[in-house]
C-alpha cells in the first residue's frame, strides 16, 4: 500500500516556477513508477510527466509534448519523495495537479495505483 501526499501547488505569474513535491509513504515506493497527472475545469485528466527509477538510476522518463523542455520530474527514494519542477509556467498550466505511483510507467491514468489528492496550480497572465 502506498500513499501520496502533494504540495507546493500555488498562484503565479506567466513565466514563473513552482516545485511540487509528492510524499509516499510505505516500503515499497521505491518499486514503483512515478506520474505526474493534471486536470483542469472542464477538462478530463492528462498526463504531465513520469518516471521509473531502479537500483539508484532513473530508467525512463517520459513528457507531454506540452511541458517538454519546461517541467523537470525527479524522485527521491531515499526520502520516498517525487518532485515535479515547473518552469516558464504559462496561463494554460493552470490545473489541479496529481501525482500517482503504479507498477509501470504510462501516459494512461487509469494503470496507476495509488493516487494523491491534488494540489492546485494557478498561472496568472
Known amino acids: 500500500q502506498v500513499q501520496l501526499v502533494e504540495s507546493g501547488g500555488g498562484l503565479v505569474q506567466a513565466g514563473g516556477s513552482l516545485r511540487l513535491s509528492c510524499a509516499a509513504s510505505g516500503r515499497t515506493f521505491s518499486t514503483y513508477a512515478m506520474g505526474w497527472f493534471r486536470q483542469a475545469p472542464g477538462k478530463e485528466r492528462e498526463f504531465v510527466a513520469s518516471?521509473?527509477?531502479?537500483?539508484?538510476?532513473?530508467?525512463?522518463?517520459d513528457y507531454a509534448d506540452s511541458v517538454k523542455g519546461r517541467f523537470t520530474i525527479s524522485r527521491d527514494n531515499a526520502k520516498n519523495t517525487g518532485h515535479l519542477q515547473m518552469n516558464s509556467l504559462k496561463p494554460e498550466d493552470t490545473a489541479v495537479y496529481y501525482c500517482?505511483?503504479?507498477?509501470?510507467?504510462?501516459?494512461?491514468?487509469?494503470?496507476?495505483?495509488?493516487w494523491g489528492q491534488g494540489t492546485q496550480v494557478t498561472v496568472s497572465s
Open positions: 500517482a505511483a503504479g507498477p509501470r510507467t504510462s501516459r494512461v491514468y487509469s494503470l496507476y495505483n495509488y
Open positions: 518516471i521509473k527509477w531502479s537500483g539508484g538510476f532513473t530508467l525512463y522518463v
